[in-house]
């Protein structure tokens, strides 16, 4: 825990790719906190790929953990005890042994300032006894920790082995009592690499030791297939998408080897909710056929929760930021309020976490019982 990534000088930081500056950026599941940069663990699919970052391993500061976390709750789109956050699940794990005494720092520091917000730490690497006490006694923020685990064997696709994370959910959903909980993240599930029928049965028995699970599929942009094709590796689609693919007959192959579990979700947060005792904070719940894994119990916290804004409101909550000037309510149903005008995700997340309601931008439509996710691997299905 003496180990502390180097500090970049203000040029080394002028000098990175622009999206990699953004040290607060929001993402589907939160806002995302990522002063820290660099992974050693090589997962070939990893999305720093997109941000310009695939070449830096060793993790590195872009300024302290106390100028990032005050960064991340003075910006506009943090809303006290209402805004998911994550912590460095961008650009790093925030277990390497390096970059684990800043993830303490930002949990700490949080804590200390009375938020309830739920954070996300998402992680493949090893977490200690000792660091499960200390996050046991965070007392206000709702953290749950996210083991990423595949089971890919394929050392040049996924070099770190996925044992790894799979013993840290053991030994971190084994402890009583804790405040924390604890999700199986099944990811990422690809056809022909990870999918035979013993996969899912050992997902399916790892998943007893933690409190919800999901499954999800592959990122599979067009830098991505650009490195995979650059390092004759072997292909996962024969196209890209902004969407994660999970082919359909994957999907139902999951729900099948899952038939008797009551924790499984498709969402993250649906799982993170379910983990709390508290509804979705997505919201969810419009869009019904993603409910149909859903325990009874979740599915009515969910519901009474459940409300469709106005326009009005939407419009309301719109005028926080100033990049949603623009913005046009085309269509509100019981499913999600859809939207455009907005140049970027970033503020549509704002709105869905503000309004606890699935807020849709009208030039990608989703698509009935395809879940928010790619085209690739299912049939025509009405919008």
Not at 147 to 176: H, N, Q
Not at 188 to 217: C, I, M, Q
Request: proline share 6%; with cysteine.
């Amino acid at each position: 825990m003496r180990t502390a990534v180097p500090l970049l000088t203000q040029e080394q930081v002028d000098q990175l790719p622009d999206r990699a500056r953004e040290v607060v950026e929001y993402r589907k599941s939160g806002l995302s906190l990522n002063h820290i940069q660099g992974c050693p663990l090589d997962c070939a699919y990893c999305i720093r790929h997109t941000y310009g970052l695939w070449d830096q391993r060793q993790p590195r500061a872009l300024m302290s953990d106390g100028e990032a976390v005050e960064e991340l709750v003075s910006h506009r789109y943090f809303q006290p005890h209402v805004t998911p956050v994550q912590v460095f699940n961008r650009a790093t794990d925030p277990f390497l042994p390096a970059v684990k005494r800043h993830t303490f720092a930002v949990l700490e520091d949080l804590d200390s300032r009375g938020f309830t917000n739920h954070v996300l730490v998402i992680t493949r690497h090893q977490v200690e006894a000792e660091e499960l006490q200390r996050l046991n006694r965070i007392r206000n923020i709702r953290l749950t920790l996210l083991f990423t685990y595949s089971g890919i064997d394929d050392k040049r696709i996924e070099p770190y082995p996925s044992s790894v994370a799979a013993e840290s959910l053991k030994l971190a959903g084994g402890a009583r009592p804790r405040r924390y909980r604890t999700i199986l993240y099944w990811r990422p599930l690809v056809p022909g690499l990870n999918d035979t029928d013993e996969h899912l049965k050992t997902a399916y028995e790892l998943s007893r030791h933690a409190d919800a699970t999901v499954f999800t599929g592959i990122f599979y942009r067009d830098q991505i297939a650009a490195y995979y094709k650059a390092n004759g590796l072997p292909e996962p689609y024969g196209d890209t998408a902004r969407r994660k693919i999970v082919p359909e007959t994957l999907e139902q192959r999951v729900l099948a080897a899952f038939i008797e579990s009551t924790s499984l979700f498709r969402k993250t947060s649906c799982a993170v909710a379910y983990a709390h005792g508290l509804p979705d904070y997505n919201g969810h719940y419009g869009i019904r056929e993603l409910c149909d894994v859903c325990p009874i119990n979740q599915l009515n916290l969910c519901r009474r929760a459940h409300q469709a804004p106005t326009a009005e409101r939407i419009h309301e909550v719109a005028r926080a930021l100033p990049e949603a000037r623009g913005l046009k309510v085309v269509d509100i149903t019981e499913r999600a309020a859809v939207v455009s005008g907005l140049d970027t995700e970033q503020p549509r997340y704002y709105l869905q976490h503000a309004l606890r309601f699935q807020v849709h931008d009208a030039r990608h439509p989703h698509h009935a019982h395809r879940h928010g996710r790619a085209d690739i691997g299912w049939k025509d299905t009405t919008p």
